[in-house]
């Protein structure tokens, strides 16, 4: 089972990436799954999680309104749209697979784990 992290890059302020997660190996469309971050020097952090369908979805304070996530079970892919990026939002972001069919805002709640793609916001 792997998930592969994509989409990070350096942008300004203000701007904007889609980071995606492909999932192989198994299929996770009755899964829940969710994206956290860890910055240098921090503990991860919870960034947002979304149910089996779509239906459900939690986003941490620091982003809400500004990252949007998504998910194409077809494709097998989970999505995190972020605009209005922030120099704090300087991070590795990994997602990750809940063995459940909603996510978790802990990393307790996930089982399988991505590399991680990182995003770097800076002028």
């Known amino acids: 089972v792997q998930l592969q992290a994509s989409g990070g890059g350096l942008v300004q302020p203000g701007g904007s990436l889609r980071l995606s997660c492909v999932a192989s190996?198994?299929?996770?469309?009755?899964?829940?799954m969710g994206w956290f971050r860890q910055a240098p020097g921090k503990e991860r952090e919870f960034v947002s999680d979304?149910?089996?369908?779509?239906?459900?979805?939690h986003y941490a304070d620091s982003v809400k309104g500004r990252f949007t996530i998504s998910r194409d079970n077809v494709k097998n892919t989970v999505y995190l749209q972020m605009n209005a990026l922030k120099p704090e939002d300087t991070a590795v972001y990994s997602c990750?697979?809940?063995?459940?069919?909603?996510?978790?805002?802990?990393?307790?709640?996930?089982?399988?784990w991505g590399q991680g793609t990182q995003v770097t916001v800076s002028s």
């Open positions: 979304i149910s089996w369908n779509g239906g459900n979805t």
């Open positions: 990750a697979a809940s063995l459940y069919s909603i996510g978790s805002g802990s990393t307790g709640g996930y089982a399988y």
């Open positions: 190996g198994r299929r996770f469309s009755n899964n829940g």
